[in-house]
């Protein structure tokens, strides 16, 4: 197996080239941090991936999770996992200290993510999970729920969860149907949740459920909606009520325990309201927000380790010779030699390169909505974050597992076989288009409100800043032309908004959101090749400044000229589509199928 | 009590090396530096030992400014302060140089038990940590796969070819460590942050009391050369124990490997 999961070269370039991780230590939040202290969580962070969880990573699929009497029992192996993260303080590496965090910077945070994540997604996601409950309470908690849960939480003693889905409601969660009983100082649960991800294990001393119920009389609808704490098992010890009524078969990310939990069987589940009531969705969604975000860190993750794997099997698998020699008795050739697999491979690069920017991008957004003081600076990094996140979830997901499919192919008959990695990692990276709002769901987020939202200011800021890159990548001679490719799809954009503003302006809901997700895959052409601008710009400035690293360097424009020239053109012909007023799909009657 | 661990901050030997036209150096802008792999085990040893016992781990190291990396990362594992010898006339010492160096550095800190690698994987000279020994008439073990303070005495195993014996030594003494001895830990985040704060202390030869010319090599360095490389795929056919028997047979007669 190869060693390497990532680009570090790249990556470091991203944090400390085009992001400037170092600029967020002037925001006092961060004031303690240094280049330092970056590189050495970068360096063990890295170390970890490499030496605690990659290692794991196919036996755990092999192995699983087991499942008997209501207990979950992880793979051998996972609690070693656990441990390491929790010594290591890699529960809360973000969190203030007063939690027991050390205030990293969420774009170094997010970047160590992405290389556990590239490692072994299943078993991260079970410290990931008791983060996530975490930032809950931090967010909305009472002063006494946050002494009684963060400590624990942030110290991996406790696990977490999030517990949004029912068998009835996934996509619609108005439709969820637990109830919250209020008594004595408490809320009696009742409901059962489908799919929660790390919801049962033998990690931890208990589990914390955010869970969303709806109380008594409360509005039909998401409206009605309240989010609850519900522990496994009490503060004062005693069992809550909750019981694992099962774990999913799945297709990928076998040793994660996507669990069906029962709360209430006994009529003797008590939960605390978190937040205020009826606003409960809206709490959720501080968390959600994020949480789509980072899939598409697993899911840019996944494609970056099947990219190393078929660049190194590639380099070492001989097959043919090239098209241009006679001599049949000649050497083979490794197959990176033939043209197809290196667009093949070049295509998984520019993916995995385009992608991670823009993911990091959103993490530096993100410190800046956290720490700065300057409101101005804060709504802006508000309405791009707003804007970005179902790009940053739903292309960054679908892209991924088109670029892993791409790994895949280069392997031939040995990448569909298991006793690579790459087969796994297929399997693995197909639920990121599903879970945290399905990808339909988030083309829907972002025609149907990102764009209209506030008179469209959130896609001003975003043109306004692309319009930045365009002009400084136009001042270098050899980017000229990738800058007007740049352009060319965001004036496309812009044409094919306005075309669509009319449908819905006109009330022809249904018209206007049909296009969605086709308009969505435009979009994030234009956002991606953005990010790829950004770089090239960067790289050719190091390149005309005489730098040594000349392979890297060039290698990061020609990539991004590869992007422009062979991407690009591809998403303007989905305009012509957006375009053709094309309805079938609406048309089409059921009978017909 | 106070430990000095010796380290070094070498290439990764994962990194790809090239050799400098002039045959004499090594090319070092496209490599990644780390902490001598044996040296990480040698400061685990001396953090087991703070934890058990109470003591000062000191790193000592010798190098240029970005030593401090490496010093850091061992700082953040739990050791308490650095130790670094830089500056003019460092950068082109030989093995006998550097020891008389850092024999000079450890004994400015009053060290009673010195922690090295076995080796630096850089120039697997063995040498250093002997050396040091040697000039402040400490005594030393190399090559130790177990470690144990009892009392003034220190009672240590060392491998041997097909074994290995126990040996007590008084202190002050050189102790040399072998990758089997421990796990190092990895540095923890909260640590990372408390590392940036611990001291590390700079001196150069002249505040050591030495001089570059003192220390000058007494051996001539002819030229660098990169090892051959005759990479070739060789797949065994037949059932396990044929293929064993067959793999056996070509490490034996043609590459005479075993
Ligand atoms: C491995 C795994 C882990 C998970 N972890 C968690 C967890 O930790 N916590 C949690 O709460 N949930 C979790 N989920 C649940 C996940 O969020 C849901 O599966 C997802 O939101 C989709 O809901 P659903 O499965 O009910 O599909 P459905 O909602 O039935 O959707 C089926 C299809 O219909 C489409 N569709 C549905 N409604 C619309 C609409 N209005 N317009 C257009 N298209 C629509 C969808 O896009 C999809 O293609 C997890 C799921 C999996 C598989």
Redesign the pocket.
């Known amino acids: 197996m190869s060693d390497r999961l990532a680009d570090m070269r790249h990556i470091r370039f991203l944090l400390y080239e085009i992001f400037d991780v170092e600029s967020l230590t002037q925001y006092e939040h961060f004031a303690d941090h240094s280049k330092e202290t970056f590189e050495m969580a970068l360096e063990t962070g890295y170390k970890l991936a490499r030496e605690v969880f990659w290692p794991a990573y196919q036996p755990f699929d092999r192995e699983g999770i087991h499942f008997k009497d209501g207990h979950v029992t992880t793979p051998a192996g996972m609690k070693e996992i656990w441990k390491q993260c929790k010594e290591g303080g890699w529960f809360a590496p973000g969190a203030d200290y007063d939690y027991g965090g050390q205030q990293f910077p969420h774009l170094l945070t997010a970047t160590t993510s992405y290389l556990f994540n590239c490692a072994n997604t299943s078993a991260y996601m079970y410290v990931g999970?008791a983060a996530g409950a975490a930032l809950l309470i931090e967010k909305y908690g009472t002063d006494e729920q946050k002494a009684e849960y963060l400590e624990k939480l942030y110290s991996g003693t406790w696990g977490g969860?999030?517990?949004?889905?029912e068998?009835q409601?996934?996509?619609?969660l108005g439709d969820i149907t637990t109830t919250a009983v209020p008594e004595n100082g408490h809320f009696k649960i009742r409901g059962v949740?489908?799919?929660?991800?790390?919801?049962d294990h033998d990690l931890a001393e208990n589990i914390v459920h955010p869970v969303?119920a709806k109380l008594p009389g409360a509005p039909p609808g998401v409206k009605g909606i309240s989010l609850f704490l519900v522990p496994k098992y009490r503060l004062d010890g005693t069992y809550n009520d909750v019981a694992t009524a099962g774990v999913?078969h799945?297709l990928?990310?076998r040793a994660?325990a996507?669990a069906t939990l029962n709360f209430g069987e006994k009529d003797d589940c008590h939960g605390w309201l978190l937040g205020a009531e009826n606003r409960g969705l809206e709490c959720m969604f501080a968390l959600m927000n994020g949480a789509r975000i980072h899939t598409g860190i697993q899911a840019v993750a996944g494609a970056s380790a099947a990219y190393q794997c078929a660049l190194q099997y590639t380099q070492e698998r001989l097959q043919g010779r090239s098209v241009s020699s006679k001599d049949p008795s000649a050497e083979q050739a490794a197959i990176i030699k033939h043209p197809d697999v290196r667009r093949m491979l070049l295509h998984q690069k520019a993916f995995v390169e385009g992608n991670l920017s823009l993911l990091l991008f959103t993490a530096k957004l993100s410190d800046i909505r956290h720490a700065s003081t300057d409101e101005a600076e804060q709504q802006r990094a508000h309405l791009l974050l707003e804007i970005l996140t179902p790009i940053a979830k739903a292309h960054c997901s679908d892209g991924a597992f088109e670029s892993i499919r791409l790994a895949l192919q280069c392997y031939g008959g040995a990448g569909f076989c298991e006793e690579f990695p790459v087969a796994q990692m297929l399997r693995d990276n197909k639920?990121y288009s599903?879970?945290?709002?399905?990808?339909?769901?988030q083309a829907?987020d972002l025609l149907g409100r990102k764009v209209p939202m506030n008179g469209g200011e959130a896609l001003r800021a975003l043109i306004q800043e692309i319009s930045e890159t365009i002009d400084a990548a136009r001042k270098l001679e050899p980017l000229k032309e990738m800058a007007q490719s740049v352009e060319d799809i965001q004036n496309t954009v812009a044409e094919v908004t306005m075309h669509l503003g009319a449908i819905g302006m006109s009330g022809d809901r249904e018209m206007y959101?049909c296009n969605a997700s086709d308009y969505l895959d435009m979009f994030s052409a234009m956002v991606i090749g953005w990010q790829h601008l950004q770089m090239a710009t960067a790289a050719q400035k190091a390149l005309d400044a005489g730098s040594d690293d000349k392979d890297f360097y060039t290698g990061v424009v020609k990539t991004a000229s590869y992007y422009c020239r062979r991407s690009i053109p591809k998403a303007l012909a989905i305009a012509t589509i957006l375009k053709s007023n094309e309805r079938t799909a609406l048309d089409y009657e059921e009978a017909w199928f | 009590m106070k430990i000095a661990v010796l380290i070094k901050r070498v290439p990764d030997t994962a990194s790809v090396f090239a050799i400098n036209p002039d045959q004499k150096s090594v090319a070092t802008d496209k490599l990644k530096f780390v902490m001598s792999p044996y040296d990480e085990h040698a400061v685990e040893e001396a953090i087991k030992l703070k934890e058990a016992n109470g003591a000062d781990v000191v790193v000592v190291s010798l190098g240029p400014d970005s030593a401090k990396e490496v010093m850091r990362t061992a700082l953040a594992m739990g050791a308490d302060e650095g130790l670094l010898v830089t500056g003019a006339g460092t950068d082109s010492l030989t093995s006998k140089g550097v020891a008389e160096a850092l024999a000079a550095a450890v004994k400015s800190i009053g060290a009673e038990l010195v922690f090295a690698g076995k080796q630096a994987v850089d120039d697997d000279a063995s040498q250093v940590a002997e050396r040091v020994a040697e000039l402040l008439e400490m005594a030393h073990a190399s090559v130790v796969t177990k470690f144990e303070l009892n009392g003034g005495t220190a009672v240590v195993n060392r491998e041997i070819e097909g074994g290995s014996y126990t040996l007590e030594l008084p202190l002050p003494a050189v102790i040399t460590i072998e990758k089997g001895i421990n796990t190092p830990r990895y540095p923890t985040l909260p640590n990372i942050m408390k590392a940036k704060k611990k001291p590390i202390a700079e001196k150069s030869l002249a505040d050591l009391g030495l001089s570059a010319e003192a220390l000058a090599p007494g051996v001539v360095l002819e030229s660098l050369s990169l090892p051959r490389q005759n990479r070739r795929n060789h797949i065994i056919d037949g059932d396990t124990p044929a293929r064993v028997n067959e793999l056996i047979r070509l490490l034996k007669e043609e590459e005479k490997a075993l």
Request: glycine residues 14%; aromatic residues 6%.
């Open positions: 999970s969860t999030m517990c949004l889905t068998p409601a996934g996509s619609s949740k489908r799919f929660i991800s790390s919801g969303l999913e799945k990928g990310l994660q996507t639920v599903i879970y945290e709002g399905t990808n339909g769901i829907m959101i």
